[in-house]
């Protein structure tokens, strides 16, 4: 399982970035993707998930209404738009996969593959 999470930078708040996750080495098609992030000093937190379909997304209260996620099995590529963004975004954004095919990506995290982060600065 190869996970590559790409697209961070620096951007004001209010601004957008848009990321994007590259995805080899299982079969993409069957699996949930989600996105976490780690703040400086913050544990490991939630962002969003894709169904394997692509039918279902949710997303964390803090980000719900700005950030969307998608996929485009083809590709095998799952991206997170990222819109109105504040200070408090700042963080290494990873994207994950669950272990088994056909479930949900563990939102606590323990039970899933990672990739590489990116890193997110949102400056005031």
């Known amino acids: 399982v190869q996970l590559q999470a790409s697209g961070g930078g620096l951007v004001q708040a209010g601004g957008s970035l848009r990321l994007s996750c590259a995805a080899s080495?299982?079969?993409?098609?069957?699996?949930?993707i989600g996105w976490f992030r780690q703040a400086p000093g913050k544990e490991r937190e939630f962002v969003a998930t894709?169904?394997?379909?692509?039918?279902?997304?949710y997303y964390a209260d803090s980000v719900k209404g700005r950030f969307t996620i998608s996929r485009d099995n083809a590709k095998n590529t799952v991206d997170l738009q990222m819109n109105s963004l504040k200070p408090e975004d700042t963080a290494v954004y990873y994207c994950?996969?669950?272990?088994?095919?056909?479930?949900?990506?563990?939102?606590?995290?323990?039970?899933?593959?990672w990739g590489q982060g990116t890193l997110v600065t949102v400056s005031s």
């Open positions: 994950a996969v669950p272990r088994q095919p056909y479930t949900a990506i563990d939102r606590a995290g323990g039970g899933n593959y």
């Open positions: 894709i169904s394997w379909s692509g039918r279902s997304t």
């Open positions: 080495g299982f079969t993409f098609d069957d699996y949930a």
